[in-house]
């Protein structure tokens, strides 16, 4: 079974706007870690966030911010007022307690920012 | 600088040769790691290490191998026997739950 859902294929948005990133994920575990991460076009993947899953405090970094919600197994990611260089493939990913060294990846939401 | 570099940045191969992808790290992380990406998908687990001398397969190791005899290096081989090679492979290290990645080697088989 899929662990890991980003519905959203690709979104394009004009320069400014405000876009959510949907990540929805699957697990029996009680412990696990939630991520996202980064891919720009040069192709690494930069680390953005990590979440565990017993602190489901709301978290904001500057433009970014995170949206943890157990209830429906869903961890989205906002960026207010988007700017081309948020153009990237964005990644939701899933590690359970006592299988860290699996991550289990969604297949990533491009985001194209236009001027 | 600390960081995971992967060489080369671009890789041809031509159909039937076995081909070494590079990892090295000097993050003095145990865990290393490689997955492949296709276009449009996410990332998919081939191998992964723990320690030295030792590693498992992942989700799709079938016509790939690894090695792992330093700490810092874990070079992955794409063998002829990988039916459809041509893809985007990461490196990444790690310390417990968080993973690091390198900038990635495009292979394409021509």
């Known amino acids: 079974a899929q662990k890991v859902t980003q519905a959203q294929t690709e979104i394009s948005v004009v320069e400014k706007e405000d876009v959510t990133l949907d990540c929805v994920y699957e697990?029996?575990?009680?412990?696990?870690?939630l991520f996202w991460y980064k891919q720009p076009p040069s192709g690494e993947l930069v680390f953005l966030i990590r979440?565990?899953?017993?602190?489901?405090q709301n978290e904001i970094s500057g433009r970014y911010s995170w949206n943890f919600q157990k209830s429906t197994s869903s961890f989205n990611f906002t960026i207010t007022a988007s700017q081309v260089v948020d153009s990237a493939v964005y990644f939701c990913?899933?590690?359970?307690?006592?299988?860290?060294?699996?991550?289990?990846f969604g297949s990533g939401t491009k985001l194209n920012v236009k001027p | 600088d600390g960081g995971i570099t992967q060489s080369p940045k671009y890789l041809f191969r031509k159909e039937g040769q076995n081909v070494t992808l590079s990892c090295e790290q000097n993050?003095?992380?145990?865990?290393m790691y490689w997955y492949r990406q296709d276009p449009g998908q996410g990332l998919r687990l081939i191998y992964y290490?723990?320690?030295?001398?030792?590693?498992q397969k992942g989700d799709i190791a079938e016509g790939y191998s690894v090695s792992r005899e330093k700490k810092e290096s874990f070079p992955l081989t794409v063998t002829s026997a990988q039916k459809n090679p041509t893809a985007f492979y990461l490196c990444?290290?790690?310390?417990?739950?968080?993973?690091?990645f390198g900038p990635g080697t495009r292979l394409t088989v021509l």
């Open positions: 990444a290290s790690g310390v417990g739950d968080e993973q690091f």
């Open positions: 990913a899933l590690s359970e307690a006592g299988n860290f060294n699996k991550f289990y």
């Open positions: 290490s723990q320690i030295v001398n030792d590693f």
């Open positions: 993050l003095n992380h145990d865990a």
């Open positions: 697990t029996r575990d009680t412990t696990y870690y």
């Open positions: 979440r565990n899953s017993f602190d489901e």
